[in-house]
């Protein structure tokens, strides 16, 4: 751990309205995030997993600089970047500095990558934005030299191809080179191996993390496959973190939430996982199947409307992070002296 944070994210909130159809009705608001803090820390590893719409992707792109937050703070190297990017802020760091040090690898390479330009003009915006003084040689021999590292040879007969002329995989590629070039101290992967055959899911990620000890930098890895963000951030020394309706309901090292999951909500994703193989019974570790309306979510702790274990004390009141072990959790179930104890179990 540095002495202070790379990304610190500090009760952030995200809340999107939606307009009603010709003005009638009231206005709706998603929180897609709500409440969450978070450290990303020099070279650290964090997925973040959850169900579709958990406010997981929402979360990563407000760290990296892409969303703005309607509540909290986002900081790179103790430095709110709004302020900055407004010009508030007492600092000499530039608005473009903080762009190039958060980069993002998109879950669709093949959107990500201009149609129209060969893989050499898409690598060399790039460098041409951070190290402008570089000779056209300078810059065809790094391209060069990363698609070399990144598995595609002969590299310059990738690099005068067009996108729609390589596989997803090198597609992928190609998105993970022109992130590294920008020399980044966080890259944001949203769901950057879900396109990918399974059998390349694990060689696209033993490249990341052996590219990570090269280039220095961090990831943020979003996946909705428990799976995936245990490899990846077991094999990087990194968290898992768990999310719910908006909400980082459980963080802590990748073998610990596998091995010992203290939120029920991280026990249904472990159960819900094939190949984790944990299904000791064929029961879902969960009261109700559907996910709660986001613009109107439950009281209290938000998962106690599908929670085996809820209490009424969840209804009423909603949990802060408790520590166990190395892990963050957020339910009553770790404060022995809580009402949650005394309470009735919920049936509805």
Request: charged residues 25%; hydrophobic residues 35%.
């Amino acid at each position: 751990m540095s002495a202070e944070p790379l990304v610190s994210l500090e009760d952030v909130k995200v809340h999107f309205t939606n307009e009603r159809l010709l003005n009638f009705g009231d206005s709706e608001t998603v929180r897609a995030v709500d409440g969450v803090s978070l450290d990303i820390e020099e070279n650290d590893v964090i997925s973040l997993i959850g169900e579709s719409g958990c406010g997981k992707t929402t979360l990563g792109k407000t760290a990296i600089g892409l969303q703005r937050p309607t509540g909290g703070s986002v900081k790179y190297r103790g430095e709110d970047i709004w302020a900055i990017r407004d010009g508030d802020a007492d600092t000499d760091t530039e608005w473009e500095d903080v762009r190039t040090s958060l980069q993002i690898i998109h879950q669709d390479p093949g959107a990500s990558l201009n149609p129209n330009r060969r893989i050499i003009s898409i690598l060399s915006e790039p460098l041409r934005q951070v190290n402008p003084e570089l000779s056209r040689s300078e810059k065809r021999s790094r391209i060069y030299s990363l698609l070399e590292r990144v598995g595609m040879n002969p590299p310059a007969d990738f690099a005068e191809r067009y996108p729609h002329q390589l596989s997803g995989g090198e597609q992928q590629r190609v998105a993970l080179c022109r992130a590294l070039l920008m020399n980044p101290d966080v890259i944001l992967a949203d769901e950057a191996i879900s396109a990918l055959d399974v059998s390349l899911r694990v060689e696209m990620m033993d490249l990341m993390l052996d590219l990570q000890n090269e280039f220095d930098t961090s990831y943020i890895f979003i996946s909705h496959d428990l799976s995936n963000a245990r490899y990846f951030s077991a094999h990087g020394g990194g968290k898992i973190g768990v999310m719910y309706l908006g909400e980082l309901v459980e963080i802590g090292p990748a073998e610990d939430m596998i091995d010992d999951p203290q939120h029920p909500y991280t026990n249904v994703l472990r159960w819900a996982t094939p190949d984790l193989a944990l299904r000791e019974t064929g029961e879902l570790p969960m009261r109700k199947i559907d996910v709660p309306d986001p613009v109107d979510p439950p009281s209290g702790c938000r998962f106690h409307t599908r929670c085996p274990k809820a209490t009424e004390a969840c209804r009423q009141e909603t949990p802060p992070g408790y520590r166990h072990g190395e892990q963050t959790v957020a339910c009553f179930r770790e404060d022995e002296n809580h009402e949650y104890w005394d309470s009735p179990e919920l049936t509805d």
